[in-house]
């Protein structure tokens, strides 16, 4: 449980990590291990990928990062391991996590937690507007997890849709690592 508040105390500080802004598609991707957090990713060769305080973040610039959400795109990730949660349904899990997230927040769901995969792992997401950990703007919530490891995805974008393709080749390119 620990781990948990843990979890959550990093990823609302990381949530300044997030997004609104107009960049084209990069067209060079590489990839990306962190051996910290367990898990590999493709990555827009000019977005800045941080891993600090608890979290590893990837945004467009480093002023999205070190200034306001407003700059541009992000996606925070967090791992843990599985067993020490307690829980196996992915939806629940995620559940635990938007909780925790939008207490005392003015949010708006604007799509409920559904069942989804990304690769072959098993995931939930759900999708909200409104203002968390300070910032306003759209925010998805992802939860993928295999037998062993959980990694939660905040993904911070402004109103528009102006990064979809690129944060969706970035999540939709992750994989679990031991």
């Known amino acids: 449980m620990k781990r948990i508040r843990y979890l959550l105390i990093v990823a609302a500080v990381a949530i300044g990590l997030a997004a609104c802004g107009r960049q084209p598609e990069p067209e060079t991707w590489i990839g990306y291990e962190s051996e910290v957090f367990g898990l590999t990713f493709e990555v827009p060769q000019s977005w800045i990928v941080r891993e600090e305080a608890g979290a590893l973040a990837v945004a467009n610039s480093p002023r999205t990062l070190d200034e306001d959400v407003r700059y541009g795109a992000a996606i925070t ?15 629940q899990l995620l559940q635990l996590f938007v909780d925790a997230f939008t207490v ?3 949010v708006e769901v604007l799509e409920e937690i559904r069942p989804m995969a990304i690769n072959t792992y098993d995931g939930a997401t759900t999708t909200m507007r409104g203002t968390i950990g ?3 703007g759209l925010f998805r919530f992802l939860i993928v997890r295999d037998d062993d490891q959980i990694a ?6 402004g109103d528009g849709d102006r990064y979809d393709d690129t944060v969706d080749r970035i999540v939709n390119s992750l994989q679990l690592t031991p």
């Open 104 to 106: 005392g927040t003015d």
């Open 152 to 157: 939660l995805l905040l993904v911070s974008t």
């Open 134 to 136: 300070g910032q306003s």
């Open 77 to 91: 990730f967090l791992t843990g391991s599985t067993s020490e949660l307690g829980l196996s349904d992915s939806q």
